[in-house]
Every structure is written in structure tokens, then in C-alpha cells.
């Protein structure tokens, strides 16, 4: 298993892209962070946080399950659903869904599908923490926190202090495991 | 046809012994060692008991009427397979035998077809509607000597008591299937905690237990042979050892699945548990056992009731009472009373051969009595998939069981046999 | 989870993960789009042979908000001789594409008998005086919302336990997740042998009714031979009516609850039964969403597993 991004560097990230957001939006108005669970709800709360610190407005944070939606549900074992809490209308605003990593993009189809049946926001984009390619649908990130080019026999392993204690991002193949 | 049956243990007048029989015609001709009978169909014994052929007093041939469920030719098979070379046909048949002629039929088409000898039951009330006696003398004169309202019990005890009187001049066997309609109304099992907790209606012992008391009444007044069939209760047994206590000519009997089975297992429900009467508890399971071991319960009855597979393809409640029985009767006697044979063949043979007045059957092997007996394996393992009988209804199916009939010959012919695997 | 039969055999984990799965589609309802598509291209059957409009529709309407398909079988009650189409049903409407069987059945036991003859799962929605665990399900979900948890919790069940399917499952289900309960009812109304279940009897509601929690208040079942029980229905209504005496009497944030239909002015009072401490209403809604865990949890064959990393 090696390390790949420690705690610091995750902080520089979610700073990165707090910026971004601002600059794309020109400012924070209309815009409403969605993390999908697990850890993008942490993320996205992380990213909220920077925002303030820069613009000193507090973005509306949801949480979205998408456990309803996913097309594996049958074939592999489903975790217990969690909540789904979205404090604002979505219908005109612009979301950002948040998420750790980017890999297939189906979690990301089944959040689409989620929101949609949640409201009818002007936007939609992606913010995710890794990007490890191998994508099976036609789906890319607004921004990124890092790229990290790994083959399918690799595993990636996000881990936030909200979470898991600790922080960081490794990656570890089939034969270590 | 001549058949030697070799090296078995034989049960003579003067107890078990190794020993080699043979049958000709239709009587024992030999008993003794090294025996031989040239051009002899050869029946290997070793390590079987040789007895006479098991008696049931309680068989349900479904002929006429209800030939989809069994008739007499596949039923008296079932009865050959499970070592049976007599059975009492019970008479709630369509039309039921509360005729002579309809009895006569029965034992023709037995004569005919039947693997096994019949003798025919009789209705003790006209129709088996309760209320007025059937043709008794008719019954009696075409060989009936047991008589039964079975499937119901005789509910009005003035008609029951003419029925005991009339019949005590004959000698005849009134039998009582003990089920009072008013406490059994609308049950389906035993009641008791697993029917609590099941919602079930429930079938109280005292329905079996009432009925009961108020016949033995009856016969001590009239003094005639009664016979309680498949007793199931701690309750019934009693009363059954104090009427015998008393002297009164009482006799009893009971199935192999309720020394067997208890009520716990309806929580399966599946119909190849319901019966009349419902299995009851532990308790009972071993009173019942306990009675058959010191003679409180004379025989042991199968109470053999067939029914079509599309009969039983319901849920429990609206499934048809009764389980098949001729096939696994040793087997499972064994399994609850042990290798004790001289019980066994007491309890399914002897016994059962007495109460139903059957001279040719029932009797110690030794030269000369009617060639009627069995050759049982008690080690024989095997597990009842398919069954002779046309039915399939049997809490034993897919069972690993052990102890089965080798070879059954009734009066002289082998009506069954079986190739044991060594 | 195979199948939903009976709550019996459901442990404390399953039930409180069941309830869980409820409240998700309890939000989920709550939408503007109440739906979801987990499953989509299924097709969820009911087979109801004794009548129920309540307990069908809400099935109905719980496969639906997950955009399962419904397909619905209720026979008249006269035609057809006594259990022969069973069987037959059951293995119609799986060769109809039926993916899950709701079944209701007067006998005890038929369920299970279905369960046997096809391969997909099949949920009791309630058989003859046994069981009826959604119902359970769905209370134990009313009861968990309105008090935060059911430890504790005193639970009276008034009324025909005898003959009550709703009262078998809720037993279960309710001294599984922790509260006491007793059964309240003459002892013409109580199964004949108590031995071992979960839960204490009386058959003197006035005693108890002060530290009651939750009143359950069942119907008489006079279709299930529950009428030549007690003598008549104003000694009934005299002796186990909730009536406004008595619901004045009630503990302070005690609840009532009934799994309908309400005979009005029999076993509750009319004005109780509008009062906004009956919760009558809410297990209806809430039967919706707890349909709906049920009918996810076995379409998906799991839904109560643990987290697994993505």
C-alpha cells in the first residue's frame, strides 16, 4: 500500500477547488454542494468550509443516498441505506455533486438520477477528490482534486477524519492485499 | 408353489429359533433345520425374523368410491410390501358398507385383485349418518365382525347403545373412532401451545377423551367387545388400562405415527402431518409407547388413508385428514419400541389377528397352520421415496429408515419380496 | 431474507434494520416525486384470497412509488372450491413474471405452502388468525417514530387476541425491539395456552390502563368466531371499550393505535378516534414506506448488510 496524498495535501485540494468554484460562479450565489455518501458529504462540508473562510458565505451542504438508484442492485451486495437530506429546493439552483473518488462513473449516473427526481437545478456539476480513470459512461469531472492514472487491479482508499480518523489517500494492488 | 425360507429366526410356539421353513400350497409344511425342498422358490433369511404376517385393523382401501386416492388391488399391494398378509377395510367408502352385499363386494374384488386378505368392516349406523343401525345381521352374515362408523364417531349415545347391545349377542367388535363433534368442531390440530401460537383451531384431547368415558359407560352396561382405534392421548390410555383393570372386554389400538410424531411438527405446515387424531405431545407420544409396552394398547393399526397428491397441494387447514402407513408400519414400530420382536409381532400380528376373530392368521410358525407370514429385515436401511400404494402422503417420505419386509406370503403365495442389497 | 412470513423468527438486528430501510421511504414519500427506481422491471403480485382493499392497495402502492410493476389477483369468494386453485395461482402468476408474491389466505399456513412451490419470495400478507408481519412492521414503525424507541415502551393490546394475526406478529415484533406487552381481553378472547410467548394477560383493562404507553386496540373478529364469545357487545364495549372515560384516564403521552378497520363506538369511542393522540392515520401512512422496505429488502436479496467500500 502506498501513500499517494497525505493529510495536508487533501486540505490544499479542497482549497484548490473551493477556488475554482468561486471563480467558474464568480462568487458563491445559487450554489448548492452535494455529497454523495459516504465521503463526499465530508468532502463537500470541507469544501463549504473553505468557502466561508474565503467568501464569508455559508453554502447550502446536502447529503444524497443514492442506494435507490444504483443498476447493480441485484447483482451486488447493497450497504443499508442513509439518509438523503437536501435543506434547500434544488429547482434553478446550480448543484455540485462531491465525491471522494471517480472511477466507473456509474455512482455518479445514479446521483444524476437521484437529483433529478429531487428538483430541476439550472446546473449540474462534479467535483471529486481523485480521479482514477477507467470510465464505462460518457461522465467527467468539473474539478479534481488529483489524478491518479491506476490500472483496475489497483484499489484506491480515501480516508477523511470524519470518517475514518485519519487522512489520506492510498493505493494498494491485488497482490499486497 | 413350494417356498423355503432359509436361516431365519423364527418365531415358533416355544420361542425364537434359527431355523429354515417351508410352504407348501397353502399351509407351513416343515419347520426345522437343514431343511429341503427341491424346485423351492428360495427365500434367503439370514438375519430376518420369520413371524406370522402382520394383521392391520385399521386400512383405508378407498374402494368403492374414492379409487383416485387407492383402491383394493394397489392398497392390498402396500399392505403386502409392508409385510401384511391381513387387513380390516374400513367402511367409509362411497357408498359405505353398512350392507351385506356392499361387504360381500369388497371381499370378492379382495379375492380377485387383493395382495393380501380383506376382511371388510361394517357401518355400525345406516349411511354412517348416525341415526339409525345399519343392517347388522346382512354385515355379519358376509363375514363383517368389526363395526365402525370410522371417520366419525357414533355421537348419540341411545343408538350406540342399541348397536352394543345388538352386537353383544353376536360377539361382534364395535370400534369407535373417538372424535365428539361438538369440542372437535372447526379443528385442525392438537390444541394446545403450538396451536396457540399457529392460530389454529384446535382439536382438544378431550374430544378423543370424552367420547371415550361415556362408550366405556355404555359398555359396561352392555357388555360387549369394544375396541377404541388410533388412541392418542395420555387421557384415553388411561382410561383404557382402568376399563381393563375393571374386566371390562375392551381392546385399543394405535398408529406408528403417533408413537412417532408429536405436535410441533405442524409448524411445517405441511398436510403430511394432518391426521385424525392430530399428533400431540410429547407426553402423549410416551404414554402411548409406554402402552403398547405393557399391553394397555393391544395392536398396532396403521389406519392406512390414502389421498391424491392434488388433494394435499393445499394449505394445511383444507387438507384432507390422514397419512399412508403400510409400507413404514415396521420400520417406524422399531424405530419407537426397539428390536423387542416378540412385542412387535404381539402388537402387529398376534393381537391384531385375535381382535378381528382371524383364525388363519396371527399365529406361531409350526407345521400345519395356514402358510400366512412375513420375513422381516430389521437392519435393512433403505428411505421411502415412491410408494406401492397409489398415494404419496406419508410424514416418512425421504426418511432414512430402518427395518423392512423381505418377504410377505399370503397363504401360500408370495405377494411380496424384496431384493435386500447386501 | 428469503422471505417475509411470519416475525417470529426476526431478530432485534433485522427488525431495527427493517425499520430503518422504513424511514429512507418514509422521506422519499414525502417528495414531490415519491419514487424511486429500484424495481424498475419487476413485478410484484398479490394474491389475496380473502378480501382486503386496505392491506392490497398499500402494497400496491408500495411497489409502485419503487417503480416495481403490479399485477393483482383477488378471486370472488364463491366460485372457487375450497383451495384448489392454490397452488395453481401461485404458479400462473410466477409464469406470468410475477418476482415477488404478496399472499393473504384465510388458512393458516398458506404462505408457506406457496413458498414452497415457487422460487421467488413471498411475503405474508396474512394468514387465517397466524401471522401478519408487515403489519408489525409498520406498527412497530408508528410507535418507534412517536417515542424515539420501543425500550421500555408498555404496550397493552386490547381485544380479540384469540382470533388476531396482527396480535400474534405484533407480540414478536414488539418485545423483540424491547417494550413489555400484555394482552388485555376476557378469556374467551386469549389463546387457550400462553405458554411461553412474550408477554403477560389480563382480562382487567382498568387495572392497567394508567401506566399503558401505547393502547393497541384490535376489532372483534366475527368472521373468525369471535361473536359467541362474550355475551353481548355492550358488556364487550363495558369491559374493554376505549371510551372517553377511559381516554381520559390515559397516561399522558400514552398513544392509541388500531390496525383497522375501526368499528366506531365499539371498541373506540368516535371522538378517541379522532383525537390527535390516535395515531390510526400514521400506520396507514407509515404502512407504505415499511411495505416498501420490505419489498426492497427481498427484491435486492440484501439491503440490511453492513457498509461495503465502494
Known amino acids: 500500500m502506498r501513500q499517494v496524498m497525505d493529510g495536508d495535501d487533501v486540505q490544499r485540494a479542497i482549497s484548490r477547488i473551493a477556488h475554482e468554484i468561486l471563480e467558474r460562479h464568480h462568487g458563491a450565489d445559487g450554489v448548492v454542494l452535494v455529497g454523495i455518501h459516504t465521503r463526499g458529504v465530508p468532502l463537500a462540508r470541507a469544501i463549504a468550509d473553505a468557502i466561508e473562510r474565503f467568501e464569508h458565505v455559508r453554502v447550502p451542504v446536502g447529503e444524497l443516498d443514492i442506494g435507490l438508484y444504483r443498476d447493480d442492485l441485484r447483482r451486488r451486495p447493497t450497504p443499508a441505506l442513509a439518509r438523503t437530506l437536501i435543506p434547500v429546493d434544488l429547482t434553478e439552483e446550480r448543484v455540485i455533486l462531491v465525491d471522494d473518488v471517480l472511477y466507473t462513473g456509474r455512482t455518479v449516473r445514479a446521483a444524476l438520477d437521484a437529483v433529478s427526481d429531487l428538483g430541476r437545478p439550472q446546473a449540474i456539476e462534479l467535483a471529486v477528490l481523485v480521479d482514477r480513470g477507467h470510465r464505462q459512461l460518457p461522465i467527467r469531472p468539473d474539478y479534481v482534486g488529483k489524478n491518479l492514472p491506476t490500472s483496475t487491479a489497483e484499489r484506491v482508499t480515501v480516508r477523511l477524519h470524519e470518517v475514518d480518523g485519519d487522512c489520506g489517500v492510498w493505493i494498494d494492488d491485488e497482490e499486497t492485499r | 408353489m413350494t417356498i423355503l425360507i432359509r436361516g431365519g429366526h423364527v418365531m415358533t410356539p416355544d420361542g425364537w429359533e434359527v431355523l429354515d421353513v417351508v410352504v407348501d400350497g397353502d399351509v407351513v409344511a416343515a419347520v426345522g433345520q437343514n431343511l429341503e425342498a427341491p424346485q423351492a422358490e428360495v427365500v434367503d433369511a439370514a438375519g430376518c425374523w420369520v413371524g406370522p404376517g402382520f394383521v392391520d385393523l385399521h386400512v383405508h382401501l378407498r374402494e368403492p368410491g374414492h379409487e383416485w386416492k387407492e383402491d383394493i388391488a394397489s392398497g392390498t399391494a402396500a399392505a403386502a410390501a409392508g409385510g401384511y398378509t391381513l387387513v380390516v377395510a374400513m367402511p367409509n367408502t362411497d357408498p359405505p358398507i353398512d350392507s351385506g352385499h356392499l361387504a360381500r363386494f369388497v371381499a370378492e374384488r379382495a379375492r380377485l385383485v387383493g395382495r393380501c386378505d380383506v376382511q371388510p368392516a361394517g357401518c355400525i349406523t345406516l349411511g354412517r349418518a348416525g341415526e339409525f343401525l345399519a343392517h347388522l345381521d346382512e354385515l355379519w352374515d358376509a363375514g363383517v365382525r368389526i363395526f365402525t362408523d370410522d371417520g366419525d364417531g357414533v355421537a348419540d349415545a341411545g343408538l350406540l347403545r342399541h348397536a352394543m347391545e345388538y352386537l353383544a349377542e353376536r360377539g361382534g367388535v364395535v370400534a369407535q373412532h373417538p372424535e365428539d363433534p361438538g369440542l372437535a368442531r372447526g379443528g385442525h390440530m392438537h390444541e394446545g401451545s403450538v396451536s396457540a401460537r399457529l392460530g389454529m383451531a384446535g382439536l382438544p384431547a378431550l374430544a378423543e377423551e370424552l367420547m371415550v368415558a361415556r362408550d366405556l359407560a355404555l359398555v359396561r352396561e352392555t357388555g360387549v367387545r369394544y375396541h377404541v382405534q388410533h388412541v392418542s392421548t395420555k387421557g384415553t390410555v388411561e382410561l383404557v388400562a382402568q376399563a381393563k383393570a375393571d374386566g371390562l372386554a375392551v381392546t385399543a389400538e394405535v398408529t406408528p405415527h403417533h408413537l412417532t410424531f408429536d405436535h410441533t411438527r405442524v409448524e411445517t405446515m405441511d398436510p403430511d402431518y394432518k391426521m385424525y387424531p392430530p399428533l400431540r405431545t410429547a407426553e402423549d407420544v410416551a404414554a402411548l409407547r409406554e402402552a403398547v409396552r405393557d399391553g394397555t394398547i393391544d395392536a398396532i393399526a396403521t389406519d392406512h388413508a390414502p389421498h391424491a397428491a392434488h388433494e394435499r397441494e393445499v394449505p394445511f387447514e383444507e387438507a384432507p385428514r390422514g397419512v399412508i402407513g403400510l409400507e413404514t408400519a415396521f420400520a417406524a414400530a422399531l424405530a419407537a419400541l426397539g428390536a423387542d420382536r416378540d412385542l412387535l409381532f404381539q402388537r402387529m400380528s398376534v393381537a391384531p389377528a385375535r381382535i378381528s376373530g382371524a383364525d388363519r392368521h396371527g399365529r406361531p410358525v409350526e407345521p400345519g397352520i395356514p402358510a400366512n407370514l412375513v420375513v422381516v429385515d430389521p437392519a435393512a436401511r433403505w428411505t421411502p421415496q415412491t410408494f406401492v400404494s397409489r398415494a404419496e402422503n406419508s410424514p416418512w417420505r425421504g426418511v432414512e429408515l430402518t427395518g423392512r419386509a423381505v418377504a410377505t406370503i399370503q397363504e401360500g403365495r408370495l405377494t411380496h419380496r424384496d431384493v435386500v442389497v447386501g | ?310
Open chain 3, 1 to 310: 431474507m428469503k422471505n417475509l412470513l411470519t416475525t417470529e423468527d426476526l431478530g432485534r438486528e433485522t427488525l431495527e434494520r427493517l425499520l430503518d430501510l422504513s424511514d429512507e421511504f418514509v422521506e422519499v414519500l414525502d417528495r414531490e416525486i415519491p419514487k424511486v427506481p429500484p424495481l424498475r422491471g419487476l413485478t410484484v403480485a398479490t394474491l389475496f384470497f380473502e378480501p382486503s382493499t386496505r392491506t392490497r392497495i398499500s402494497f400496491e402502492r408500495a411497489a409502485k412509488a419503487l417503480s416495481a410493476d403490479v399485477m393483482s389477483f383477488s378471486p370472488g369468494t364463491s366460485s372457487l372450491k375450497k383451495g384448489e386453485s392454490l397452488k395453481d395461482t401461485a404458479l400462473t402468476l410466477r409464469a406470468m413474471g410475477a418476482d415477488i408474491m404478496v399472499v393473504r389466505h384465510r388458512a393458516v399456513g398458506a404462505p408457506w405452502r406457496v413458498a414452497e412451490w415457487v422460487d421467488v419470495p413471498v411475503v405474508n400478507g396474512g394468514d387465517g388468525a397466524h401471522q401478519h408481519p408487515t403489519q408489525a412492521l409498520l406498527d412497530a414503525l408508528t410507535i418507534r417514530r412517536h417515542f424515539g424507541k420501543l425500550d421500555g415502551l408498555e404496550i397493552g393490546i386490547v381485544g380479540d387476541i384469540r382470533h388476531s394475526r396482527v396480535a400474534r406478529s405484533d407480540v414478536y415484533a414488539f418485545s423483540t425491539l424491547g417494550a413489555k406487552v400484555t394482552l388485555i381481553a376476557p378469556r374467551t378472547l386469549l389463546p387457550r395456552d400462553l405458554d411461553g410467548w412474550p408477554c403477560t394477560a389480563t382480562g382487567d383493562l382498568d387495572d392497567v390502563i394508567e401506566r399503558l404507553d401505547v393502547i393497541y386496540l384490535l376489532r372483534v373478529q366475527t368472521e373468525r368466531g369471535g361473536a359467541t364469545a362474550f355475551p353481548s357487545w355492550p358488556e364487550y364495549v363495558s369491559r374493554f371499550g376505549l371510551s372517553r372515560e377511559r381516554f381520559a384516564r390515559l397516561a399522558d403521552g400514552a398513544v392509541v393505535m388500531h390496525p383497522g378497520p375501526m368499528n366506531r363506538g365499539v371498541e373506540i369511542a368516535p371522538e378517541v378516534a379522532d383525537s390527535d393522540r390516535a395515531l390510526v392515520l400514521d400506520q396507514v401512512r407509515l404502512g407504505v414506506a415499511a411495505r416498501m422496505a420490505v419489498l426492497f429488502t427481498l427484491a435486492t436479496g440484501r439491503g440490511l448488510t453492513r457498509e461495503v467500500t465502494a
